[in-house]
């Protein structure tokens, strides 16, 4: 029997086991080295094993104890529907609601459910300010002067060499660092677009990006959106006629978490090559994968430079760094240009310092640690929620990224839901802020970004009494 079969076969098996309640939530399995002796196959095919295991979200590891099992059959909640926006819908702008949500950055005494970026307790703050203070050492005039255009080499030349993880095979020269990911988002659609264009993004999407689209004049086409595999490309191939820019994330977009297919990717690209449509691919969740691999990205099937690649570390580092940057393909001119006449240079002490955090390898402990972190916590989450909200619920089942999305039962306004919530020192995002149509009234997205305690448990457990208090 091949190796590859192999690691299924036993992974196979194990999850039967699992989902038949053979095994329960809580019960350890065997260590690698036992797993070894009992199969008779070698130390990597175990350890295969039991990361098919994690990517399907059965089981966790426990630093030091082994691999416990996580899944529970009362926790297998149904997926959120295909999302279908209409195409003829006017824009209506959630105003109001967005900046009551975000009103609440930063205060202390909320849960806040609602930010889509990791808590500082699980960021590594004293190494990132030792990298802060070298920096101001290693620059010359202290980080005083103005950098390159372009922008940090260094940082530039560590992006372009973790880009070989998902095949990119960038160089430094491809490159121009951003202050943040949104930055770069807004860098890309002023290149290539003007007002009156039609951009095509998921459904829903995250705010910022419907935001920034029509602050800049564009018109919106959401695209209908699947929560496992993105957007539907036969919809997209139907509506590329009326298209002018595509701006997707692809990998483990909020608020859905859902996760293109590597072959839906290079469709997607060939499609818009064809047709001369410039896609920009936000990738700013892709390191958050809970799987054995890093999935790709559209830019690792682009061949004529259409493809303008962003990201940054705000959902994986220090998300106050303003630390992004984007491979722009054949745009890098105008991007340059544009860099030039926006911001003329970077912040060099902080791109420094991150371009060394990066450099020494802290960066790929952490994100480990982090990655197995947020697995844990959507399972927690996912647990909790099939444990006190209402029958009918649905939730979403990200395979990375920082994102929940649950839909309600349809009688169910989440806008009104979250003003009972934050009476309770409680905030989450609305499902009416991700879109510019009348749609997910009864959505909401939970960010998992949050260290999970008996705390986070309770908050849960009181906003699925809010919910049923709402249908009674």
């Known amino acids: 029997m091949g190796k590859e079969f192999l690691y299924h076969e036993i992974a196979s098996r194990f999850a039967s086991q699992i989902k038949n309640g053979v095994l329960i939530p809580g019960e350890k399995l065997p260590s690698v080295r036992m797993l070894c002796k009992e199969q008779g196959i070698g ?16 089981i966790s ?9 996580t899944y529970s059959p009362l926790s297998r909640l149904p997926l959120p529907e295909v999302s279908q926006p209409s195409l003829v819908a006017k824009h209506r702008e959630p105003n109001a609601l967005i900046d009551k949500v975000y009103r609440s950055i930063g205060n202390p005494a909320l849960t806040l459910f609602s930010i889509g970026a990791p808590a500082q307790e699980l960021l590594p703050l004293a190494k990132l300010k030792k990298e802060l203070v070298l920096a101001t050492r290693n620059l010359e005039g202290g980080g005083t002067n103005y950098e390159a255009l372009e922008g940090n080499v260094k940082l530039r030349r560590m992006v372009a060499q973790r880009s ?9 020269s491809d490159l121009i660092t951003t202050s943040g990911g949104m930055d770069a988002l807004s860098f890309c659609l002023m290149a290539i677009g003007k007002s009156g264009d039609t951009v095509a993004i ?4 995250y705010p910022g990006i419907l935001q920034l689209a029509i602050s ?3 018109k919106v086409l959401e695209l209908p959106t699947h929560p496992v595999t993105g957007i539907d490309i036969d919809a997209l191939e139907e509506l590329v006629h009326l298209i002018d820019i595509c701006l997707l994330v692809p990998n483990f977009n909020t608020p859905l978490g859902s996760c293109m297919p590597d072959e839906s990717k290079a469709r997607v690209v060939t499609l818009l090559a064809t047709h001369q449509i410039p896609l920009i691919e936000d990738d700013v969740y892709g390191d958050l994968y809970f799987g054995e691999h890093r999935p790709k990205c559209c830019k690792s ?6 493809v303008l690649w962003c990201s ?13 940057w984007v491979a722009p393909g054949r745009y890098m001119e105008k991007l340059l240009k544009l860099k030039l006449v926006h911001t003329i240079s970077s912040t060099s002490i902080v791109h420094e310092a991150v371009g060394n955090f990066l450099r020494t390898g802290r960066y790929e402990h952490h994100l480990r640690q982090l990655r197995r972190t947020l697995q844990e916590n959507a399972q927690q989450y996912v647990q909790a929620i099939a444990a006190y909200f209402p029958e009918g619920t649905k939730i979403s089942r990200p395979q990375g990224g920082l994102a929940l999305w649950l839909e309600l039962p349809k009688e169910i306004d989440t806008a009104i839901l979250y003003d009972l919530a934050m009476k309770q020192q409680i905030s989450f995002g609305p499902g009416r802020m ?10 909401m997205r939970l960010c998992i970004g949050l260290p999970w305690s008996e705390k986070l448990r309770l908050k849960l457990q009181t906003i699925g009494n809010l919910v049923k208090a709402l249908q009674a």
């Open 312 to 324: 940054s570390i705000s959902k994986t580092l220090a998300p106050g760094f303003r630390v992004g």
């Open 43 to 58: 130390m990597n095919t175990a350890k295969r094993v039991f990361l098919e295991l994690e990517a399907q979200s059965l």
């Open 61 to 69: 590891s426990k630093p030091q104890s082994g691999y416990f099992v």
């Open 164 to 172: 070989m993880g998902w095949g990119g095979n960038l160089h430094e």
């Open 301 to 306: 099937f682009d061949k004529d430079g259409n």
């Open 434 to 443: 991700f879109t510019l149509q009348n749609q997910f009234d009864n959505c």
């Open 216 to 218: 800049l004049g564009l």
């Open 202 to 205: 998921e459904s829903p999407c």
